[in-house]
């Protein structure tokens, strides 16, 4: 079997195999969005607060400033059980190889957030391209709204009053009808966290609930966007 081994052609073996593999590499351009999902959240999570629990979501935004920190990104959004992060130059890491992104943004997360909650969890990770600034302040707006559409049909689930294929804002009144006001709730609750480069002296990361902070400095990196270095 050594011997077998040893008479490989290594060299040629790599050249071969390389080859099939960037036939089916896809890669993205800046700029972009990485969307993290949780995968089979109620079952690993059995035991946290539902439909949201403040210990879950704060995992997750660390899980996304470590991913904004090692890839180099322009800031993050987290929501229910997803993370967005956002791309808008000049970095590219690893060349905008999506195999790479998505392997490495999605074992990073789940080893962070494991480690915190201290539970197996598991992220997929997909990249969307963005079109520029204003696409990538629409797709946040998107996220959230996708968001608070699902924290208040599991409110509502839980409270046996389900309105299905009613508008969001009907529902948000039904909401408010048995007693659940959105504005006395936690506001990253329903609105999630923005993950964002505080600028103006000292470069530092800083976290804001909702996502308009994010949005905001989304407009900033339009207007310089060296600053995502």
Avoid: C
Wanted: glycine content about 6%.
């Amino acid at each position: 079997m050594i011997e077998e081994l040893i008479r490989l052609d290594v060299a040629q073996l790599e050249r071969a195999y390389r080859q099939r593999e960037r036939a089916v590499e896809a890669r993205v351009k800046l700029p972009f969005a990485l969307r993290l999902d949780g995968v089979g959240f109620g079952r690993a999570l059995k035991g946290f607060a539902e439909p949201r629990d403040e210990r879950v979501h704060r995992a997750l935004v660390q899980g996304a400033m470590e991913l904004v920190k090692r890839l180099s990104a322009s800031g993050a959004y987290v929501v229910s059980d997803e993370v967005n992060a956002l791309f808008l130059g000049p970095s590219l890491p690893y060349a905008g190889r999506v195999e790479k992104l998505a392997s490495i943004s999605a074992s990073l997360l789940s080893a962070v957030a494991s480690t915190l909650l201290n539970r197996q969890l598991v992220f997929d990770s997909r990249a969307i391209p963005l079109e520029d600034a204003e696409d990538a302040k629409r797709y946040v707006a998107y996220r959230a709204r996708v968001g608070l559409n699902n924290f208040v049909s599991s409110m509502l689930h839980r409270l046996g009053a389900e309105v299905a294929g009613v508008h969001l804002a009907e529902r948000i009144a039904k909401l408010e009808s048995l007693g659940v006001r959105l504005a006395e709730r936690p506001a990253w609750e329903w609105s999630g966290s923005s993950v964002f480069w505080r600028l103006g002296g000292k470069r530092e990361l800083a976290v804001e609930d909702g996502p308009w902070r994010l949005i905001e400095a989304i407009e900033a990196y339009a207007r310089a966007p060296e600053l995502a270095q």
